[in-house]
């Protein structure tokens, strides 16, 4: 299930860029993990990462994001972001909830399928948000798209035809 309007936001993110592939992005984390425990930063929510490669490459190209505590980064760290305030709208959501690594390339794919299908256009990278509760483990993920100004004119412009969704983003 798919569904629109949805948006990410936290306050006080750090963030660091990670290359590799799919088999080392726990080693990513890890590594995040310790670089915020030697700036002695806290954190506040679930770490999530963005996927800026294209989701059907075996290299990947990430950037993690940690909520933390803080309201500051020491500037020393040119390897890291800081953002007071981390804010995507217009997202459509999904959730994987087992059999992560291939369930969540379908998700990929039921995501951009709905961006094909709907005249939409991507105005921000998938988002994977691994979470816990009540001992289970899930994956939320986030794609951002929004109709064009074109599919926008179409749609107010023309009767609506029967049968046809009226989805808006």
């Known amino acids: 299930m798919i569904i629109p309007n949805q948006k990410i936001m936290y306050r006080n993110v750090v963030s660091k860029f990670y290359k590799g592939y799919a088999n080392d992005m726990q080693e990513a984390f890890l590594d995040f993990t310790s670089e915020l425990k030697k700036e002695k930063l806290t954190q506040a929510a679930p770490m999530f990462y963005s996927v800026l490669s294209n989701v059907t490459h075996e290299e990947m190209l990430i950037e993690i994001h940690v909520p933390i505590e803080e309201t500051w980064l020491n500037k020393k760290r040119a390897d890291m972001s800081f953002l007071s305030y981390f804010f995507v709208d217009k997202l459509l ?34 988002f994977n948000v691994p979470k816990f509760d009540y001992g289970k483990e899930f994956v939320e993920i986030y794609l951002g798209a929004k109709l064009t100004s074109e599919s926008l004119a179409n749609r107010y412009n023309q009767p609506e035809k029967s049968g046809e969704s009226n989805l808006i983003f």
């Open 93 to 126: 959501f999904t959730r994987v909830t087992e059999d992560f690594e291939k369930n969540t390339l379908l998700a990929y794919e039921e995501l951009l399928n709905m961006v094909s299908e709907n005249d939409l256009e991507i105005h921000a990278p998938f």
